[in-house]
């Protein structure tokens, strides 16, 4: 049954990626695709590369069904576009969405044998970024809805060499706001 569904979730996400190609797209068409409505996840600010370039997380819900998020894409941001990462960059780290439920995806990123995921999932009405993230003390805050999000480089000599730490402002589900870092697991040599 799981294997079943989760070949449904590809059929029906894939026929929404074939109405959102993988190109360079102004911000001001990311809500004319028909049938869909588009939402704005969250921009993950970066201290490293291109200034005003920005990851952004990207979701659509159909138009007659806002109890499901259909489609989520992570891309890269400035002011007026969003444009996919580039195959050399996926080299080196690896994006995976996966639709979890017809309301929620599992979005996992990785990189210099570690990985940070997260989910987008609906909340009040819209799609919200929820990660578990490490507080003050090592405590550990489970599905904190992210409402600013930061990457950082690891850094050798100052010069950014892989992915650091994902830090986000964030509520959790008791309602107190945390500023923390997003988990990472740690994986091993290949």
Do not use: K
């Amino acid at each position: 049954m799981g294997a079943l569904l989760a070949l449904a979730a590809t059929v029906l996400a894939s026929s929404l990626d074939s109405e959102l190609p993988p190109r360079i797209t102004p911000i001001v068409e990311l809500d004319t695709v028909e049938r869909f409505h588009h939402a704005e996840v969250i921009q993950v600010r970066r201290d490293f590369g291109q200034p005003n370039v920005n990851v952004a997380l990207d979701a659509w819900m159909p138009a007659n069904d806002p109890r499901r998020i259909d489609a989520v894409r992570l891309w890269w941001s400035d002011e007026v576009d969003r444009y996919p990462f580039s195959e050399r960059m996926l080299r080196h780290v690896t994006v995976d969405a996966r639709r979890v439920r017809p309301d929620r995806w599992r979005i996992t990123v990785g990189g210099d044998r570690q990985r940070m995921a997260f989910e987008v999932a609906l909340h009040q009405g819209r799609p919200a970024a929820f990660a578990d993230v490490q507080v003050a003390g090592d405590r550990v805050v489970r599905r904190c809805r992210a409402h600013t999000a930061e990457l950082h480089a690891r850094r050798v000599l100052g010069i950014p060499v892989g992915l650091g730490a994902m830090v986000v402002t964030c509520t959790a589900p008791d309602g107190t706001v945390h500023r923390g870092r997003v988990r990472v697991t740690r994986r091993g040599r290949r």
